[in-house]
């Protein structure tokens, strides 16, 4: 696991730039080419995530660790706003945080194996970001 570990931390902003200009290329491509509007909701998460693409970047050209705490700040936010879209998909919803005119938060666009959804994949994206960030800390303490 020392092993991992290392490894993790060593490439943990490597990392994390690609997995989240991936996401957010994604998330462009949701919207803007098969034309899925976003919900309040989703667009927040957005707010969480593409900052850290410009964040990364920088921190890698400068070699800059000092993206660890605002990667783990951002993505913790952004956790908590998945939680709560996914919960309103899947769960039984009582008031919605959107606009009757607009995109209804509890709508599913995608549903895979029972629990899977746009909200379920942007949890899983920060918490990833979470725990890759834990392993750079790790590394960078040694």
């Not at 509007?37 to 927040?44: A, G």
């Not at 990667?71 to 009757?100: D, E, K, M, R």
Request: with cysteine; hydrophobic share 55%; glycine share 6%.
């Amino acid at each position: 696991m020392g092993k991992i570990s290392a490894l993790l931390g060593s490439w943990a902003l490597w990392l994390g730039f690609v997995f989240a200009l991936t996401a957010s290329a994604m998330t462009l491509y949701y919207s803007d080419v098969l034309g899925i509007e976003p919900c309040s909701l989703c667009w927040w998460q957005r707010i969480f995530l593409y900052p850290q693409v410009i964040m990364f970047g920088i921190a890698l050209y400068k070699r800059d660790l000092s993206v660890i705490t605002y990667s783990i700040a951002l993505s913790l936010l952004g956790v908590a706003f998945a939680i709560y879209n996914h919960a309103l998909q899947v769960l039984p919803s009582g008031t919605l945080p959107c606009p009757a005119q607009g995109v209804s938060c509890a709508q599913r666009f995608v549903f895979e194996f029972g629990y899977i959804t746009f909200p379920m994949m942007s949890l899983s994206l920060f918490a990833f970001l979470i725990v890759l960030m834990l392993f750079a800390r790790k590394a960078a303490a040694k």
